[in-house]
């Protein structure tokens, strides 16, 4: 098992920043790669941006490619997604999620362990 709590979250202006973080805990050596993902009011979970453990490699999503920047620290099993240049429609609840080898980390479905979220608001 794999516990993930989720920090940072909060009320922004557009235009400004926050740094989420996602602290692992228990049988963090068998995850792959830690996702970012939100879901807004009324809309689908959707993918965000993920970091692979074993190259550092990331991942994002057109709609947050150059403003979203995915970072992790293994020694604390901790991963950081900063956002900056923050628009309303970033407004949802980000969940961090820990998967395997296997799969795509573009898809939730693929991952096997989630944090309860946070909820981030950008205000206009």
């Known amino acids: 098992q794999v516990q993930l709590v989720e920090s940072g979250g909060g009320l922004v202006q557009a235009g400004g920043s926050l740094r989420l973080s996602c602290a692992a805990s228990?049988?963090?050596?068998?995850?792959?790669?830690m996702g970012w993902f939100r879901q807004a009011p009324g809309k689908e979970r959707e993918f965000v941006s993920a970091?692979?453990?074993?190259?550092?490699?990331?991942y994002y999503a057109d709609s947050v490619k150059g403003r979203f920047t995915s970072s992790g620290d293994r020694a604390k099993n901790t991963v950081y997604l900063q956002m900056n240049s923050l628009k309303p429609e970033d407004t949802a609840i980000y969940y961090c999620?820990?998967?395997?080898?296997?799969?795509?980390?573009?898809?939730?479905?693929?991952?096997?362990?989630w944090g309860q979220g946070t909820q981030v608001t950008v205000s206009s």
């Open positions: 999620a820990a998967k395997g080898w296997s799969g795509s980390v573009y898809l939730e479905v693929h991952y096997d362990y």
């Open positions: 228990g049988r963090t050596f068998s995850s792959f790669a």
């Open positions: 970091i692979r453990w074993n190259d550092g490699s990331t």
